[in-house]
């Protein structure tokens, strides 16, 4: 399955499509409609068991949000729901296209993979 990369250019955040590139928005954008330049996801004692998850010893586990956004990669599906949002539309705040994504990060970070 291919894998669609990021480029982060003059903080802004661009996924890579079967046609070229996307812009998504700018990082502060992002960071600002994610709730901050890091994430903190809480994990309860029993998910805390599994030996590849290192937690903090309140069960978080903080990471830094511009970093995790340049490092990852996404499936077609993922950035095809990006690429179909109209770039000049805005949710009355922010670039559209920044905030859907934003919204979908989250929900994948909170569901610990669990989707």
């Known amino acids: 399955m291919k894998r669609y990369e990021t480029d982060l250019r003059d903080d802004v955040l661009f996924l890579e499509t079967d046609e070229g590139w996307i812009e998504v928005g700018s990082m502060a954008d992002i960071c600002e409609l994610v709730g901050g330049e890091t994430y903190t996801l809480e994990y309860d004692?029993?998910?805390?068991?599994?030996?590849?998850?290192?937690?903090?010893e309140d069960g978080t586990l903080t990471f830094d949000v511009r970093e995790t956004l340049a490092e990852m990669s996404y499936d077609r599906e993922f950035v095809a729901n990006i690429e179909s949002i109209d770039a000049d539309a805005t949710d009355g705040e922010y670039p559209l296209r920044a905030s859907v994504f934003a919204d979908l990060m989250t929900t994948i970070w909170d569901s610990k993979g669990d989707l």
């Open 45 to 56: 004692e029993h998910q805390r068991t599994v030996s590849w998850l290192d937690t903090d």
